[in-house]
């Protein structure tokens, strides 16, 4: 299968300041990429879906402002939490894929602890 | 996208077939079954998937019933190492919904020795 990584794998910061995730697909070009968040003992929830070039759509009830995505190559997707709280402590995951025909590859998650 | 149902856990001898079923009774016509499944801590991991036939790969068999309602994943020779919580999801590879993954609550699998 497809590679993906992430980058941090787990970060701690104070509440109030920004944090950024990378994305990216190793081994193929990510026309789309998706980004999830799960809560402790809960499943994924799909928060936004990226085109290459294009502005994210994000799903009902998550904050655009506040979950900045950009995906300005085929490989490359960012996630910034701003001014992150607590309560945005999650496990953060993304996924890709080459075009919506194709198997979506996921990387291995952020864990991110706001202070 | 269609909902899907599966039991919230299930057990395993190791070395036995571990058959996981799945429940898609409004599935449409052009949705595919994915089968994912999480180990503690990790992203989700591809198993397989199938749109009317039965599949199989390396890791897993996929049987659709005729219908395509229901279909059930097995793995044939399960491990200790494939303890995880298996999600089944279906979803449209064309439209509006463009690969999107709606993940439900999964079946936990535990493997026992």
């Known amino acids: 299968g497809a590679v993906v990584s992430q980058h941090p794998s787990w970060v701690i910061c104070k509440s109030g300041t920004s944090v950024k995730i990378e994305c990216r697909s190793l081994?193929?070009?990510?026309?789309?990429m998706f980004w999830y968040r799960q809560f402790p003992k809960q499943s994924l929830m799909l928060m936004a879906t990226?085109?290459?070039?294009?502005?994210?759509?994000?799903e009902q009830g998550v904050e655009k402002d506040k979950f900045l995505i950009n995906h300005a190559s085929l490989t490359l997707s960012t996630l910034t939490v701003t001014s992150a709280h607590p309560e945005d402590s999650s496990f953060y995951i993304c996924?890709?894929?080459?075009?919506?025909?194709?198997?979506?590859?996921f990387g291995p998650g952020t864990r991110l602890l706001v202070l | 996208d269609a909902k899907t149902t599966q039991p919230p856990s299930m057990d395993c001898a190791e070395g036995r077939a571990a058959n996981l079923p799945c429940n898609h009774s409004t599935i449409s016509g052009n949705e595919y079954v994915y089968w994912y499944r999480q180990i503690h801590s990790q992203g989700p991991q591809y198993i397989i998937h199938g749109l009317k036939n039965n599949e199989t790969n390396e890791m897993a068999s996929l049987i659709i019933t005729e219908d395509r309602k229901s279909s059930t994943l097995i793995l044939p020779h399960a491990t200790l190492r494939d303890t995880a919580v298996y999600y089944c999801i279906v979803s449209k590879a064309r439209g509006s919904t463009l690969g999107r993954l709606y993940f439900g609550r999964g079946t936990q699998l535990t493997v026992w020795p």
């Open positions: 996924g890709g894929n080459r075009d919506s025909k194709e198997t979506q590859y």
């Open positions: 990226s085109n290459e070039g294009s502005k994210a759509t994000y």
């Open positions: 081994d193929f070009q990510a026309t789309t």
